[in-house]
């Protein structure tokens, strides 16, 4: 057997292991329409799942825009300045903790 053909496949087999780990460590990312969605939910309802919560959670700064959009420029009722807070909230508590 050619020892660099063997070494070759080494290489290759470290390099795919390394590339799925990171992937599966990142974990699946929103689409935009659904995180917006997933805003405009907590925002509306006052109320949070913990599926919204680890949502929000992987959206990172793109939470912020969303809750930009949903505001718009309007003034927020006394619930939804709070849900709005809630959402600021899980979104930096995400981000501390990694």
Known sequence: MNPHRSRGFEVLAVVFT???ASWALAG???SDSQGEETVRR???SGGISGWD????GRMGDAAAV????FVGGDSLSE???GSVL???QIVTKNLLDT
């Open 79 to 81: 619930q939804h300045a």
């Open 86 to 88: 809630t959402v600021i």
């Open 66 to 69: 969303d809750v930009a959009k």
């Open 28 to 30: 699946p990312r929103a």
């Open 42 to 44: 907590v925002i509306q």
């Open 53 to 56: 919560d680890k949502e929000l």
């Open 18 to 20: 390394f590339t799925l």
